[in-house]
């Protein structure tokens, strides 16, 4: 089983950029998956996470309105689109997968509730 998140970049301040997460060996449409990074220096932190039919959303405060996660079951992928990119987006770039059942609303924003994870994408964001 594994997940692989890429796309990641040099991108300049106002920019764009689309990660991916694509799994092997494990169907993602059974999966609730989350974006998370991690900077220089700081804790790995919440960005994104999309339910298994992808009729549930929920993004960081800090990133509202600029990033948007989607999945295309499909194609066994899941997306972080980032526009608006700002210095202070520069991190790696974590996604991760779970589906075991949650007993409070906000497991979602807490990094030890997710099993699979990926191997992590830089995104580096000029002034």
């Known amino acids: 089983v594994q997940l692989q998140a890429y796309g990641g970049g040099l991108v300049q301040h106002g920019g764009s950029l689309r990660l991916s997460c694509a799994a092997s060996g494990l169907t993602l449409s059974s999966y609730g998956v989350a974006w998370f990074r991690e900077a220089p220096g700081k804790e790995r932190e919440f960005v994104a996470m999309?339910?298994?039919?992808?009729?549930?959303?929920y993004h960081a405060d800090s990133v509202k309105g600029r990033f948007t996660i989607s999945r295309d079951n499909s194609e066994n992928t899941v997306y972080l689109h980032m526009n608006k990119l700002k210095p202070e987006d520069t991190a790696v770039y974590f996604c991760a997968a779970d589906r075991r059942t949650k007993t409070y609303s906000t497991w979602y924003r807490n990094q030890h509730e997710y099993y699979y994870w990926g191997q992590g994408t830089l995104v580096t964001v000029s002034s």
């Open positions: 999309i339910s298994l039919s992808g009729d549930r959303k």
